[in-house]
């Protein structure tokens, strides 16, 4: 089983600035991607910005490039998720994701954290 703890979220005014911070644990034999996702009540869940571990690549939504930062530490099967110029906009629940292979030889399997919030407001 793999577990996913999150932490950072809060209450931030327009322009101001947050760090989300994921890590995985558990029986893990390759982290292959981890990522943000996040959601308003309501709405379907979205990607906000995910990092490939095998190329590098890491993807964001058109509606955070340039402000928000996403990066990882390997060693610690951590990913780490900086917004900063936070709108009201961006007010939701963020999930950090994990696809995860438990054994060598088995497939990826997506795991999700429990949700933290971030409310952006004055």
């Known amino acids: 089983q793999v577990q996913l703890v999150e932490s950072g979220g809060g209450l931030v005014q327009p322009g101001g600035s947050l760090r989300l911070s994921c890590a995985a644990s558990g029986t893990i034999f390759s982290v292959n991607a981890m990522g943000w996702y996040r959601q308003v009540s309501g709405r379907q869940r979205e990607l906000v910005a995910q990092?490939?571990?095998?190329?590098?690549?890491?993807n964001y939504a058109d509606s955070v490039k340039g402000r928000f930062t996403i990066s990882r530490d390997n060693a610690k099967n951590t990913v780490y998720l900086q917004m900063n110029s936070l709108k009201p906009e961006d007010t939701a629940v963020y999930y950090c994701n994990a696809a995860v292979t438990t054994a060598r030889y088995l497939r990826s399997s997506d795991y999700w954290g429990q949700g933290t919030q971030v409310t952006v407001s004055s």
């Open positions: 990092t490939i571990t095998r190329t590098g690549d890491m």
